[in-house]
């Protein structure tokens, strides 16, 4: 079995560093991987700003098999994510033939040069289709080139898919335990962990400081599903014995 | 005038990763710190994993004047971010004697092995009261360790906010211009950006692809009030003269 396909996300915008705008674009690309068994191993969220977007790009697409890039692919002069694309990659920053003819089609006699900005596409790089607003995002070796606006963003995401290489699907199972504290499993779970190193345990408090149920949901995480049920069956065993009730999610 | 700080934040958890759970907390970081006049540079997310986050911490904080983080100070086996600051950092991780009374005193005969772990401070370091769960965050040199649990984190920023040097607040004025998009304003804007460089100018469509309204909202920021002011008149009237009609939020 060879290692699943691992990759990076660089959410490029002031809007996000400033607090202005609430991203949600990571979430939704590390769901949409993790179902085709693609493990997001890091993310970066950087301003406007050539240097550290050319520096982020480089790093990333290195150290991964694939990245993904939400934002900055707008008409205006902050738009600047395919200057820096070209720029990381060494390669002109042509107008593509076909994204023209999409934008023409588009606009017709508004097709004005801020518009005609986002025709600009590396070398080399092929489009992403875009059905809400046609301005199409881009691939170009590992790295795929996508909106920022959400709606946006997820409708290319169905344009990537076909080209990514899957691995096998993370199987997750949630345990709710109620009325105690992380502290209170903490001991049991992390035997969990150590006799099962092929899986990954999670933990994550609920309800801490407010009048609400408070508790805690245990997370188990593996590739080998049945793995994943015989430590799922063990670590509800331990924790009934010491008296703590568990439900599954 | 001295060049206002600067500031990384370093989300730290698988669970983010796997899109699991929506992140608030940058956003929350980001408008709290602005508020200061202290400015967010970069942002990284990074698993529960030692090796990325010691390298993303001792990269963060040589580039930044503040590294704000957040995640893995709970009391299981997941939890190793006090591991990774002081392996970061070159120091010991003892039990903080004042940090073990506020969890005695919590906890009393349930404080175990595990709730024990969050008493351990890297040697230099100083606590950050949590209001809200007793368990500290702490302090060591120029970087701030806190609570991934959002409102454990927000609770825990009115202990660090005395500690940090403010900057000059960023003066922020937004502009709504209904009816057209980012193309039709894009020039404008652009012309605007290149007259006042010591001023920032944002640009972010809305509605685009939906059946509601769409347009876009003009952001110019900086901290010269006076100026941003001039430069949000003259955007308005270059906006107005092209017959685009524009109302200050």
Redesign the interface.
Known sequence: MSAPPTAA?LIIG???????????N???????L?ALGI?????????DREG?IVEALNTLRAAHDYVFTTGGI?????DITADCVAKAFGVALPEHPEAVAILERR?GD?F????R??TRIPQGGTLIANP??DAPGFQIGNVFVMAG?P??MQAMLEDVAPRLRTGAV?H?VTLRVAGV???????V??QA??ARRDL??????FG???VGEIGTQL?V?GRDAPAVEEAVGELTAALTVQGISVSRL
Chains 1, 2 share one sequence.
């Not at 990571?26 to 949409?32: G, H, I, K, P």
């Open positions: 996300v002031d809007e996000i560093l400033s607090g202005r705008t609430q991203d949600t990571l979430s939704t690309l590390a769901r949409f993790g493990d997001v191993l890091e993310a970066r969220v950087v301003g550290q707008g008409p205006t002069h902050d606009y508004d004005n040069v801020a518009r900005r986002m809400v607003t606006v709606k946006i993370v997750a504290g992380e502290g209170a499993v903490a001991d779970l992390g962990a150590r990954s345990f999670g933990s994550y408090p801490h400081g407010s997370v995480r």
